[in-house]
């Protein structure tokens, strides 16, 4: 395929048109599901209050599911917060499973200083609420106090967050998920009356031989799904709340990239495909293909944008509508319930979160810091004041009545207060000068690196000035028709950071383009008469004609020395050379082209100029903040 056949994209790379990345997909889409979920919660307020016993009479009638003499009987907001919840998690999950393997987490260092600070949030706001309501009523409701919402949290993040949100979103993701941890642990103990030990253990068998069946493991996507059915009917049956397993099934869900043999068998399937059109081979490359791709990409794709576009709207529509007139807000103005969850929230989840992070600094003697700057901190600990779905799910199931309503209304006031204090921390860092900014945001943490062999200039391909803030390496392949669609970006970033230095690496995937290696070594030998940069450009603006007699054209053309340059074609004299470099990718884990790495961090997102402008801002800013 040459680089002509490929689709318009409109300026953008065709591998960023097809395989948009799970993180930049799970950006963008919290960013436009938290608008419909505000408009979700508003319409179920207007329902409630325009026909409360409407409202009323639909989310409470009874739904039935029975096979033979057994059966499940729930009312339809039972089945959302306890059913279509469990999903929910259980996507939440993945995105956690997938910071933990591939992103900014998968430093396990990292870990600890956010989940202290989750667990700090948590304990100075239920001590907030207990404080506020011991005497007036209401302490048994502190679990409300401890969930932070994942979607609207993160949605908030994406529409008012800084210039550089990934470092700030994993921190915050971390937090918020050690939150949902102790809030679903709350709800299957201190919030469930009633406990049959019997379907318990039943549930636990169940969940164990689903573990197994990951590490095995076992690839057919039914047999969890049966077993995940299996697991969240035997808790509902025990008078454990099933919305726990969601969570736990995600965080079960890998997101490593997948070795190289899986990748060669893929190309085997689809190449014996190619050769004999048949149903069965049909069969076996697309199971081969769906292999080679992390089963925690592959289901965040499916069902993300359906938690996020139908599932949490419909749990806000079902759980958020409560009649507010003048008695009820008299009412809640002198309730405990209400100002204890809108002080927990808006002051507990804060304090507790910048409490937490200093702490661990102070303690460790900084050898343990947030991966972000303190303004990142304070913003997550205002973004931590949204609770929303398990503060709704554990209010009802703590209170009953005009309490219930009080405890909604809590919530609900504690959102948009956080959410405007959240703006207001924001835009307050963006009036600081740009290098004071730069360190509030970003903080002096170490970067994570990837890339396994550094950079020697002595040895590698290099462009741009030696001593820029930012590397860009690539590995490529000059037959890839998506390495071609990325030339001209390089170019284009090569001309607006005057200061960017560009690596190239060699990566030929001889099992799909034939002439790669050949060409990679053609740049070798162009290289040893000075002559690299010039062959790389050649090869790239040819990828359709890299056989023997293009090449020696080609450095004829050149002005090489032609009769040398084939000597060393023939011999292979640079196989050594090209296979270090094809070494140093599987070390770093690449497993196709381009790859990209900005100072030692592989980039994970598109590589359209957009995206990697960012990454290389973001990698300076970080420099910057880092001397």
Same mark, same amino acid.
């Given at each position: 395929?040459?680089?002509?056949?490929?689709?318009?994209?409109?300026?953008?790379?065709?591998?960023?048109?097809?395989?948009?990345?799970?993180?930049?997909?799970?950006?963008?889409?919290?960013?436009?599901?938290?608008?419909?979920?505000?408009?979700?919660?508003?319409?179920?307020?207007?329902?409630?209050?325009?026909?409360?016993?409407?409202?009323?009479?639909?989310?409470?009638?009874?739904?039935?599911?029975?096979?033979?003499?057994?059966?499940?009987?729930?009312?339809?907001?039972?089945?959302?917060?306890?059913?279509?919840?469990?999903?929910?998690?259980?996507?939440?999950?993945?995105?956690?499973?997938?910071?933990?393997?591939?992103?900014? +987490?998968?430093?396990?260092?990292?870990?600890?200083?956010?989940?202290?600070?989750?667990?700090?949030?948590?304990?100075?706001?239920?001590?907030?609420?207990?404080?506020?309501?011991?005497?007036?009523?209401?302490?048994?409701?502190?679990?409300?106090?401890?969930?932070?919402?994942?979607?609207?949290?993160?949605?908030?993040?994406?529409?008012?967050?800084?210039?550089?949100?990934?470092?700030?979103?994993?921190?915050? +993701?971390?937090?918020?998920?050690?939150?949902?941890?102790?809030?679903?642990?709350?709800?299957?103990?201190?919030?469930?009356?009633?406990?049959?030990?019997?379907?318990?253990?039943?549930?636990?068998?169940?969940?164990?031989?689903?573990?197994?069946?990951?590490?095995?493991?076992?690839?057919?996507?039914?047999?969890?799904?049966?077993?995940?059915?299996?697991?969240?009917?035997?808790?509902?049956?025990?008078?454990?709340?099933?919305?726990?397993?969601?969570?736990?099934?995600?965080?079960?869900?890998?997101?490593?990239?997948?070795?190289?043999?899986?990748?060669?068998?893929?190309?085997?399937?689809?190449?014996? $495909?190619?050769?004999?059109?048949?149903?069965?081979?049909?069969?076996?490359?697309?199971?081969?293909?769906?292999?080679?791709?992390?089963?925690?990409?592959?289901?965040?794709?499916?069902?993300?944008?359906?938690?996020?576009?139908?599932?949490?709207?419909? $749990?806000?529509?079902?759980?958020?509508?409560?009649?507010?007139?003048?008695? $009820?807000?008299?009412?809640?103005?002198?309730?405990?319930?209400?100002?204890?969850?809108?002080?927990?929230?808006?002051?507990?989840?804060?304090?507790?979160?910048?409490?937490?992070?200093?702490?661990?600094?102070?303690?460790?003697?900084?050898?343990?810091?947030?991966?972000?700057?303190?303004? /990142?901190?304070?913003?997550?600990?205002?973004?931590?004041?949204?609770?929303?779905?398990?503060?709704?799910?554990?209010?009802?199931?703590?209170?009953?009545?005009?309490?219930?309503?009080?405890?909604?209304?809590?919530?609900?006031?504690?959102?948009?207060?956080?959410?405007?204090?959240?703006?207001?921390?924001?835009?307050?860092?963006?009036?600081?000068?740009?290098?004071?900014?730069?360190?509030?945001?970003?903080?002096?943490?170490?970067?994570?690196?990837?890339?396994?062999?550094?950079?020697?200039?002595?040895?590698?391909?290099?462009?741009?000035?030696?001593?820029?803030?930012?590397? +860009?390496?690539?590995?490529?392949?000059?037959?890839?028709?998506?390495?071609?669609?990325?030339?001209?970006?390089?170019?284009?970033?090569?001309?607006?950071?005057?200061?960017?230095?560009?690596?190239?690496?060699?990566?030929?995937?001889?099992?799909?383009?034939?002439?790669?290696?050949?060409?990679?070594?053609?740049?070798?030998?162009?290289?040893?008469?000075?002559?690299?940069?010039?062959?790389?450009?050649?090869?790239?603006?040819?990828?359709?004609?890299?056989?023997?007699?293009?090449?020696?054209?080609?450095?004829?053309?050149?002005?090489?020395?032609?009769?040398?340059?084939?000597?060393?074609?023939?011999?292979?004299?640079?196989?050594?050379?090209?296979?270090?470099?094809?070494?140093?990718?599987?070390? /770093?884990?690449?497993?196709?082209?381009?790859?990209?790495?900005?100072?030692?961090?592989?980039?994970?997102?598109?590589?359209?100029?957009?995206?990697?402008?960012?990454?290389?801002?973001?990698?300076?800013?970080?420099?910057?903040?880092?001397?």
């Amino acid at each position: 395929m040459s680089q002509s056949d490929l689709p318009a994209t409109s300026g953008t790379s065709v591998w960023s048109w097809r395989n948009r990345t799970a993180l930049r997909r799970f950006l963008s889409t919290e960013a436009g599901s938290s608008v419909v979920l505000l408009c979700a919660a508003l319409v179920a307020l207007v329902w409630a209050n325009v026909a409360g016993k409407s409202y009323e009479a639909f989310w409470h009638s009874e739904l039935s599911v029975t096979w033979g003499d057994h059966g499940i009987s729930m009312s339809a907001v039972e089945w959302i917060n306890s059913g279509l919840m469990a999903f929910y998690f259980f996507v939440v999950g993945l995105e956690a499973r997938r910071e933990f393997d591939v992103g900014d +987490l998968r430093e396990r260092r990292r870990v600890l200083l956010p989940v202290v600070a989750g667990l700090g949030g948590m304990l100075v706001s239920v001590l907030i609420y207990l404080a506020v309501t011991t005497s007036g009523g209401g302490a048994h409701g502190w679990g409300v106090a401890l969930s932070t919402d994942t979607a609207i949290a993160l949605g908030l993040l994406a529409l008012v967050g800084p210039r550089y949100p990934a470092p700030l979103r994993a921190f915050l +993701l971390t937090v918020v998920i050690t939150d949902d941890l102790v809030a679903l642990v709350a709800i299957a103990t201190v919030y469930t009356d009633d406990i049959k030990l019997v379907p318990l253990l039943l549930a636990c068998l169940l969940f164990a031989i689903t573990v197994v069946a990951v590490l095995v493991p076992v690839q057919r996507g039914f047999v969890y799904l049966l077993l995940g059915l299996a697991t969240w009917v035997a808790l509902d049956g025990s008078g454990v709340d099933p919305v726990v397993i969601g969570l736990a099934l995600g965080l079960l869900t890998y997101a490593r990239p997948v070795a190289q043999e899986r990748l060669s068998e893929a190309t085997d399937s689809f190449r014996d $495909f190619r050769e004999q059109p048949t149903s069965s081979l049909a069969r076996s490359a697309r199971a081969s293909v769906r292999a080679a791709v992390p089963p925690n990409e592959r289901l965040q794709e499916l069902y993300h944008p359906w938690t996020s576009y139908v599932i949490v709207p419909l $749990f806000a529509l079902a759980n958020a509508g409560i009649v507010i007139n003048g008695e $009820f807000l008299a009412a809640a103005v002198r309730s405990p319930i209400t100002w204890g969850v809108v002080a927990a929230f808006v002051v507990g989840k804060p304090a507790g979160i910048l409490g937490g992070s200093w702490l661990v600094t102070r303690l460790s003697g900084g050898r343990v810091r947030p991966p972000v700057g303190w303004a /990142s901190v304070v913003g997550s600990g205002t973004l931590s004041g949204i609770g929303f779905t398990l503060s709704l799910l554990i209010a009802t199931l703590a209170f009953r009545g005009p309490e219930l309503q009080e405890a909604k209304l809590g919530v609900l006031a504690a959102a948009v207060i956080s959410a405007g204090l959240t703006w207001v921390a924001f835009r307050v860092t963006a009036a600081l000068p740009a290098e004071r900014r730069v360190r509030a945001l970003l903080g002096g943490a170490d970067s994570i690196i990837d890339l396994a062999e550094p950079v020697d200039p002595e040895r590698d391909h290099v462009r741009g000035p030696e001593e820029s803030l930012v590397t +860009l390496v690539e590995y490529g392949d000059f037959e890839c028709p998506y390495c071609g669609q990325a030339e001209p970006i390089v170019r284009e970033l090569l001309a607006d950071f005057g200061d960017l230095r560009y690596v190239w690496r060699h990566l030929p995937l001889r099992d799909v383009h034939p002439n790669a290696q050949l060409a990679a070594e053609a740049s070798e030998a162009a290289a040893r008469q000075e002559g690299f940069w010039e062959m790389h450009d050649v090869l790239m603006a040819h990828q359709d004609a890299l056989r023997m007699p293009d090449l020696v054209r080609y450095a004829d053309e050149l002005g090489l020395d032609v009769p040398a340059f084939t000597r060393e074609l023939q011999r292979h004299e640079d196989l050594f050379r090209v296979a270090e470099d094809i070494g140093s990718a599987d070390l /770093s884990g690449v497993r196709g082209t381009p790859t990209f790495f900005v100072n030692g961090l592989r980039h994970h997102g598109e590589y359209d100029i957009a995206s990697l402008t960012e990454a290389i801002r973001l990698a300076k800013a970080r420099a910057v903040a880092g001397r």
